[in-house]
């Protein structure tokens, strides 16, 4: 971490075959059920054996977006869909490794980065937690939570007040935000909450503001400014 490489980082990571299966299935059958009918193709290839689950797995966990979409290809299946139904059944594990990872390493001070301590990803919320409204990143992936300077660009480190500011759309609920940043471009959506958010509240929360995320991007601004992985 001291180098800047979050601990999940280079891990061989072990998916059981089955299991993974079985999840992406799951997932497949109940998205469609619901009314994703765009879902079908990808169910089938499931079904048929025609995708490897462990290896979807294995890609979303390395961030290595062109080959899932190269394995999508060759299936004629929608590469974003699968990498979007890929990273949703690798959520439990990462959950899993993230309770256990957490507790051992101390991040204040030693990691200020956007992306996920644990996992990598690029942090999917803020929170402004407790009394002392202290700024944590959250991760919308394994759920780790690390805590921030308040006034710095959490992409970019520019601390220039007067390339900070804050979105306060019209409608919005009272204790969420969106700041950004005028040097990079880039936003992030803040909560301020009493108590952290669990891992499964953060995915509600994340959807439950969309409409933040479409009003900061009509501006200009991106979440990350410089995307790392995915579609
Ligand atoms: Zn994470
Ligand atoms: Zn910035």
Not at 83 to 90: H, I, K, P
Not at 118 to 135: D, F, H, V, W
């Amino acid at each position: 971490m001291s180098e800047g490489e979050f601990l999940l980082h280079g891990a061989v990571l072990v998916f059981d075959h089955d299991a993974a299966r079985e999840l992406l299935l799951g997932l497949a059958r109940n998205l469609e059920e619901v009314g994703l009918v765009a879902l079908s193709p990808i169910r089938v290839a499931l079904e048929g054996n025609r995708l490897i689950p462990e290896e979807l797995l294995g890609h979303v966990s390395d961030g290595d977006y062109p080959l899932l979409a190269a394995r999508a290809e060759e299936q004629a299946l929608d590469a974003p869909l699968l990498w979007t139904l890929t990273q949703s059944a690798l959520k439990p594990a990462l959950r899993a490794w993230c309770g256990e990872l957490a507790p051992l390493v101390h991040t204040t001070g030693v990691w200020e980065s956007a992306c996920c301590f644990i996992c990598g990803a690029p942090a999917s919320l803020g929170e402004l937690q407790g009394n002392e409204q202290a700024k944590h990143l959250r991760c919308g992936q394994c759920g780790a939570d690390w805590l921030i300077r308040r006034l710095q660009c959490i992409y970019c480190g520019n601390e220039d007040p007067s390339l900070l500011g804050i979105l306060s759309p019209e409608g919005r609920r009272e204790n969420v935000r969106v700041e950004v940043c005028d040097k990079c471009h880039g936003y992030l959506k803040v909560v301020a909450r009493f108590a952290p958010a669990s891992p499964e509240e953060l995915a509600v929360e994340d959807l439950s503001t969309l409409s933040l995320d479409f009003f900061a991007q009509e501006r200009g601004y991106r979440c990350p400014p410089l995307r790392r992985d995915g579609p």
